[in-house]
């Protein structure tokens, strides 16, 4: 059974940061390309980043420079590390197996002074 698990989230003020974290059991994590997406409040899902299984990264133009997507394979694990943070940030944050959408529970963040 594939699981995803998402950590992490929180209330934090304009220009703060935080790390989400998504632990992945029931596939081979190391052989599949992994993505973070969001969904803001009355919107649909929106892609944030994928990071491949060989460590190639892509981010949406409006997080570029302040994400950071990494993967600790050893752990299975994946982050996003966001810094910079903005109101329109807000939302729901999913961790996905980029090649069949599976996707976790998710982890709240909300930016807000």
């Known amino acids: 059974e594939v699981r995803l698990v998402e950590s992490g989230g929180g209330l934090v003020q304009p220009g703060g940061s935080l790390t989400l974290s998504c632990a992945a059991s029931g596939f081979t994590f190391s052989a599949n390309s992994m993505s973070w997406a969001r969904q803001a409040p009355g919107k649909g899902l929106e892609w944030v980043s994928t990071?491949?299984?060989?460590?190639?990264?892509t981010y949406t133009d409006s997080v570029k420079g302040r994400f950071t997507i990494s993967r600790d394979n050893a752990k299975n694990m994946l982050y996003l590390q966001l810094n910079g943070l903005k109101t329109e940030d807000t939302a729901m944050y999913y961790c996905?197996?980029?090649?069949?959408?599976?996707r976790g529970q998710g982890t709240q963040v909300t930016v807000s002074s």
């Open positions: 996905r197996r980029h090649s069949t959408g599976e």
């Open positions: 990071i491949s299984w060989s460590g190639s990264v």
